[in-house]
């Protein structure tokens, strides 16, 4: 049985819970969405989303950026640090800031969830994904190095000074039984020199692939399933020690 390790200040910067469609949603029922009275009330503040497309060729000297409007980005009147991002072929929904923990944010996703259906009706859909960005500041200095905090890390060659200043890692990952994917990607963001401390991002999304039904116990039973797996990653990414910084 899961059972949520809950910090007392998770590093968590932003979540981000992704429904993706199988097929597009025309925009007139989009419309139907954004001119709904949820909408108006709730995340009144529209602005367009853009795709852009950057084109080159041997006959064409210059790189050429080009650029769309593709879908909404959808805040709330309150300030309240939540974003939604509408396009024909998915929908986010976006913790900002301060993490507000899983149950919070995800009641509210079924909330916004059960809105565009009712708007747009009956679709199916082929994706869900969450992502946490995670921004991890460690104290410096680092007596034994990177391992004393983090346990994702570059193999360095023998003959190689193993004192790094930077690294970027990305690993892909699954869980078979489950049918689960995960991208997993470490980066050091930079020094703060004032208050001696290390700039560590920890991303981590994970998703599933399948067929789902609009608002079926499925799709929610497979979003739990997603946050055991990207909180089992988290954990075994990190040591003790760094998730005690996360209790102080």
Same mark, same amino acid.
């Given at each position: 049985?899961?059972?949520?390790?809950?910090?007392?200040?998770?590093?968590?910067?932003?979540?981000?819970?992704?429904?993706?469609? &199988?097929?597009?949603?025309p925009q007139a029922k989009l419309d139907q969405f954004l001119g709904s009275d949820f909408i108006k009330n709730s995340f009144p503040t529209k602005t367009p989303g853009f795709a852009v497309n950057i084109t080159a060729s041997k006959n064409q000297p210059?790189?050429?950026? !080009?650029? &769309?409007?593709?879908?909404?980005?959808?805040?709330?009147?309150?300030?309240?640090?939540?974003?939604?991002?509408?396009?024909?072929?998915?929908?986010?929904?976006?913790?900002?800031? &301060?993490?507000?923990?899983?149950?919070?944010?995800?009641?509210?996703?079924?909330?916004?969830?059960?809105?565009?259906?009712?708007?747009?009706?009956?679709?199916?859909?082929?994706?869900?994904?969450?992502?946490?960005?995670?921004?991890?500041?460690?104290?410096?200095?680092?007596?034994?190095?990177?391992?004393?905090?983090?346990?994702?890390?570059?193999?360095?060659?023998?003959?190689?000074?193993?004192?790094?200043?930077?690294?970027?890692?990305?690993?892909?990952?699954?869980?078979?039984?489950?049918?689960?994917?995960?991208?997993?990607?470490?980066?050091?963001?930079?020094?703060?020199?004032?208050?001696? &401390?290390?700039?560590?991002?920890?991303?981590? !999304?994970?998703?599933?692939?399948?067929?789902?039904?609009?608002?079926?116990?499925?799709?929610?039973?497979?979003?739990?399933?997603?946050?055991?797996?990207?909180?089992?990653?988290?954990?075994?990414?990190? !040591?003790?020690? !760094?998730?005690?910084?996360?209790?102080?």
């Amino acid at each position: 049985m899961f059972i949520p390790r809950n910090l007392k200040n998770p590093p968590i910067r932003e979540a981000i819970f992704s429904i993706t469609f &199988k097929d597009a949603i025309p925009q007139a029922k989009l419309d139907q969405f954004l001119g709904s009275d949820f909408i108006k009330n709730s995340f009144p503040t529209k602005t367009p989303g853009f795709a852009v497309n950057i084109t080159a060729s041997k006959n064409q000297p210059n790189i050429v950026t !080009t650029g &769309k409007v593709d879908g909404f980005i959808l805040k709330p009147k309150d300030g309240k640090a939540r974003l939604i991002h509408v396009r024909p072929t998915f929908i986010s929904y976006h913790n900002l800031e &301060k993490y507000d923990g899983w149950d919070i944010v995800i009641n509210e996703l079924k909330i916004l969830w059960s809105e565009f259906c009712t708007s747009v009706g009956v679709i199916q859909l082929s994706e869900i994904k969450v992502r946490n960005i995670n921004q991890i500041l460690l104290p410096l200095p680092l007596s034994t190095g990177f391992k004393e905090y983090i346990r994702l890390l570059p193999v360095v060659p023998e003959g190689i000074n193993p004192s790094l200043g930077n690294f970027f890692i990305q690993i892909n990952t699954v869980d078979k039984a489950k049918q689960l994917n995960a991208t997993i990607s470490e980066k050091i963001l930079g020094v703060d020199q004032n208050n001696k &401390k290390l700039n560590l991002l920890l991303d981590i !999304t994970v998703f599933k692939k399948d067929i789902f039904e609009c608002d079926k116990s499925k799709m929610w039973e497979s979003f739990n399933d997603l946050r055991e797996y990207k909180d089992d990653l988290f954990f075994k990414c990190i !040591t003790p020690k !760094t998730e005690s910084l996360f209790n102080e």
